[in-house]
Every structure is written in C-alpha cells, then in structure tokens.
C-alpha cells in the first residue's frame, strides 16, 4: 500500500472559515432568509403557483399559505401521476434521483425526491462535520489515510432515462466529489455489491491493508462488520486500534446511540478516535455533533433546509401550532418538519426531536412520530424506552446490540396486557437471573421516566411486568435478512406496532 500524500492542512484551512461563519449566524435570521431562498427558487413550480409562492414574504405567509404535510399527500397530488419524470413538480428542473426508503414499522416503500441541489447540500454539510472534528482535534491527520463509509450499493436502479433510486447511502457514496474518492473506501467495484453478507465478505479483508483513518455507518452494521473483522484476525484482541491502528473518527446515524454506547466504548478502548453522530434522513442533513458525545446535535442551519417544529401533543390537532426556530422552547417533545431545496413543503419527516440549547440550536433526536407503544394508554415514547434499555443492560453489566419491543394483548377477559422485549446481547444471552434483573430495572427506570406507564404498573392493576425474550447475537441479522432488509439504510424496528410484523418477529425468535 502507498503512503498518502497528507491533504488534512487544506482540509483546516477550509474548516476555520467554515466554523468562522458558522459561528457568525444569527439562528432565526439565518434560517428565515434559507426559506426566502427556497421560495423564490421554487416560485414557478406547480407547487409553488399552487400555493402562491411569489406573495409569500415573510415565515408566517409561508404557513399561512402551506399546510402541513406527509409523504402520501405529495405523493398522491403531486408526484405519483408524473412519476418517475417529476418535471418542475415541487421543484424546478427534473428530480434526477430518488432515495428509496421503506417504513420499519408499515414496510411501505417511499421515493423522497433528491435533487442535484440536494446532493451538493449533502456534501457541504459531511465537510462541516469534518470541520468539526478538526476543531477538536487539532493535532488530526485524517486525510492522510483512507475514509471508509459503509452503506448500500452505488449499482442505483433506473426508473427511468437518466434518472434512478435506490438506498440514501449509496446515492451518497455515487456522488463523492473525485478529490475526496482519492483517500475514499471502498473502491467502485465494490461499493456496487448489493447482497450485504457478500459485501462484507469482501470490504472487511481488503480494509485491513487500507490506512483507514475514519469509518461511518450504521451501528448495528457496523458491529456486523467488526465480528467479520475479528474473524479474519482471530488472535487479535477485539479492539479497532488493531485493526485500524490510525482511526480516529468514528461516524453513525441512523438509531439511537444509547444503547450501543457502551459496546462502540469497548472497541475503542485503546485507541485514539472519537465518535460523531450525524442526524441524516432521506429529506437531508439535518444535524451533527458539533460537540461531546450525548450534548445534542446543531442543526444545520444555511444548507438548503428551513425547519419547523410541532409539538408531539398536537399533532393530531385540526390547527396544530407550527414553530420556526423564533418560537421553539428547550425541553419540548417536537416533530419536525422540512422545506428543503428537493421540493419538500413543509413535509413531516416523522421524526421527534427536542431542544437543549437555542443559540446556537442543539437539538437531540427522541424518536419517531409512528414510535410510540401505547396500546393500553402508558404513552411511552422512543426515548424513554432506549434509555431503559440502556439502563437495564449497564444494571447487568451487559451490552445490547439490538431489540424489538411490542405489545402483548390479553389473551381473554380479566387478564392484564404487557409488552415483550426481544434483546440481543452483544455476548451469549445472560442466565435467568441476570435476565430478570434486567427487566426488574427495566420496568422501574420505564416508570420512573414516565408518569403514564407508573400509573400503569401501579400494583400491577393496569399493565403486567415487562417480559424479556433474550436472543443469541446475529439473531436479527439474520431476521432482517429473511425481510430481504440485510444492510444498508435498513433499521431493525424498535417499537413494533403491527401485530402482523410483531408476530413474524416472535415466530423467528422462537418466542412464546
């Protein structure tokens, strides 16, 4: 293997007047003037005359105009009869690529429009977090080695002449701007690999003869990929710093970071790297870790994006308030909506997120709008269960690479209902007793975060003790694989609301 010419010198010299005007943004002006921008870009699209986009002058004629909307109200009015050639739909020119996405919990499949303006947005916010990472690191080389992004093929399938979808990872990795591909993993003929267990097979051995300096992923990916790793050097201790001796930055998204902290801290031991959340969702780039792990994430606030925030309590409501970063409170359990420079209005992504800082805004991501599991009126949300979980795995001393959690429905009149808890652990499953310690802590950390479900379990008259269904490491692999969502972008559902998804998962799980 060469040795790389070190370009992180030029890389600083593009981070310092980045952070620089960063830092100089005033939030509510700055994100006010990005909608401006939008607006009159899109002025002349079917949406936009629709929705009279040349007399909007101001955020709240903008809501005045728009209404909130979701991914079946674009796609049934304004991208279905076009599709897949969106030509000045929702925005101007021809939507050229499409990120593919299915629902973890309704498995319905979504195209999210994803326009040149939209890819560009992307690359200048992965080079911000970068900056970031430089700030903190100032001593970093880490472009004196290989970056590695582990996500779905670049082989995008064609929906039409010129233009294609496929998985928001691969779109991403087929539109690496040619300087970065120079110290880029993996190369071409192997980022095309669909099957997930074969691109793996072939990506581990040949990283270990690359200088890998940064890797990004999905977690639970990622702790695939590092057992296939530990495979190829089975004398080696089951620490990065082994394998990529000169790693030093580690990326995810896509889940909650809680209950892999503890696992991503042990692979780590060791070495010198760092981990970097970013909050990226098929509609764009939403946030990233500007600082420590756990301290919220900043959203970006100049790159195409304009946000506002509803608040999770009245989203449901006939006239739902929208907030704009003028009006957001910390502390507050929102769900976020987009306008975007890919056409999207407005759009709830179905995400929640809350505030912890204002100036500048930090938001940490709690969940999803369709996560809730409150099949007997306990209200618990996405957040409170992860941290429950997490919770309950460090009261055992264990790790939790995965989970699934559902309802459990009385089975005839005078019985109670529960919830049953599919964890995989990162070792063996523990023995019974540590198994019921587990969900004795569990339940108390559940009722101690959330006064519904307290009132629930309160002597055990509303809602049964939570039952706990251990499976050996690789079981939701291997359950994901048999869905055919092995990989990529694809999520092992944390609450599962559908009787029918929740029972396949028993079924496999062997649970009773």
């Not at 097979?201 to 270990?208: I, Q, T």
């Not at 195409?304 to 006939?318: K, M, Y």
Request: proline share 6%.
């Amino acid at each position: 293997m060469l040795d790389m010419f070190d370009t992180t010198p030029l890389l600083r010299l593009y981070a310092g007047g980045r952070l620089r005007a960063i830092d100089a943004l005033e939030p509510v002006r700055a994100q006010a003037h990005e909608l401006l921008q939008l607006l009159g870009k899109a002025r002349d699209t079917r949406f936009g005359r629709d929705h009279d986009f040349a007399a909007v002058g101001s955020v709240e004629d903008f809501q005045r105009r728009v209404p909130l909307g979701r991914y079946e109200d674009f796609w049934e009015a304004y991208w279905k009869p076009a599709f897949p050639l969106l030509d000045d739909c929702t925005w101007p020119g021809r939507i050229p690529t499409f990120a593919v996405t299915s629902g973890t919990t309704s498995g319905v499949t979504k195209h999210i429009p994803c326009s040149h303006e939209m890819i560009r947005a992307d690359r200048r916010a992965a080079l911000d977090l970068l900056a970031y990472h430089l700030a903190a690191r100032p001593d970093s080389r880490l472009l004196g080695g290989c970056n590695f992004m582990l996500g779905g093929s670049t082989d995008l399938v064609e929906l039409a002449p010129g233009v294609h979808g496929g998985d928001l990872s691969g779109i991403i990795a087929k539109n690496i701007p040619w300087w970065a591909r120079l110290r880029y993993y993996p190369p071409r003929h192997l980022e095309t690999i669909a099957d997930w267990q074969e691109k793996i097979a072939k990506l581990a051995p040949g990283s270990l003869e690359r200088d890998i300096r940064a890797i990004s992923g999905m977690p639970s990916w990622l702790l695939v990929f590092f057992d296939k790793l530990a495979e190829l050097r089975p004398g080696a201790e089951r620490r990065l710093v082994d394998f990529y001796p000169n790693l030093e930055l580690l990326i995810h998204g896509g889940v909650n970071w809680a209950p892999y902290r503890k696992t991503f801290a042990k692979l780590l031991e060791g070495g010198h790297a760092e981990t970097r959340e970013v909050y990226a969702a098929s509609e764009g780039l939403i946030a990233l870790a500007d600082r420590g792990d756990g301290e919220g994430l900043r959203l970006v606030l100049d790159n195409g994006l304009f946000f506002e925030f509803v608040p999770v309590d009245e989203l449901d409501s006939p006239d739902p308030t929208r907030h704009w970063l003028a009006t957001v409170e910390t502390g507050v359990n929102y769900a976020i909506a987009l306008s975007t420079c890919a056409g999207l209005w407005a759009y709830l992504v179905g995400d929640t997120v809350a505030f912890v800082d204002l100036d500048p805004p930090r938001i940490l991501v709690t969940g999803r709008t369709s996560y809730t599991l409150s099949a007997f009126g306990e209200h618990l949300i996405a957040a409170e269960i992860e941290e429950s979980v997490s919770a309950a795995a460090d009261a055992i001393g264990a790790s939790v690479t995965d989970y699934s959690v559902g309802p459990l429905f009385p089975g005839k009149e005078g019985e109670l209902g529960g919830h049953l808890y599919v964890v995989e652990f990162a070792q063996a499953p523990p023995e019974a007793a540590r198994l019921e310690t587990f969900a004795r802590v569990l339940d108390r950390a559940l009722s101690a975060t959330n006064e519904d479900y307290a009132a629930h379990r309160a002597g055990g008259y509303g809602l049964n003790a939570p039952r706990v269904h251990a499976v050996a490491p690789g079981r939701f692999a291997a359950w994901m694989k048999a869905r055919d969502q092995l990989g990529g972008q694809h999520k092992v559902p944390r609450i599962v609301n559908d009787p029918a998804l929740f029972q396949s998962l028993r079924d496999f799980m062997g649970c009773t």
